[in-house]
């Protein structure tokens, strides 16, 4: 008596032969999916980005980090929009800092020079009071 043997079937899986295939996603009939790498900005764009912040806020230090920002974007080819934005801005303010500090000293140079030349007490020269201690 002969055991009958079942017929091959495209139900039955085929035979595995220890090598994986080429592409998984084929074996089950779907096409493989394209991944590609997330796109990646120039290097300098964040960097001008905080420049142009920092401007603002610190004036020296965004108009420093605005600088390096242009150079690394002039090498990479890309735009420098916000970089010059922020060198603009932070020289402006810095510039602006220079002249307050410089009124703001000689002001007070003149009100001590004066009360140097006073000495002790309150004096009233030309409508404006001065107290010197």
Known sequence: MTIPQPPESPQNPPAWNGAPAADPAAAYGQPAPNYSAPPVSPPGRVLSII??????????????????????????????????????????????????????????AGIIGTCAELGPGVWTVDGVTYTCS
């Open 51 to 108: 420049g142009l912040v920092l401007a603002f806020v610190a004036a020296p230090i965004g108009l420093i980090l605005s600088i390096v920002a242009a150079v690394k974007l002039g090498k990479a080819g890309a735009p420098k929009g916000l970089a010059i934005a922020g060198i603009i801005v932070g020289a402006v303010i810095t510039l602006l800092w220079i002249i307050g500090i410089i009124l703001f000293v000689s002001v007070f």
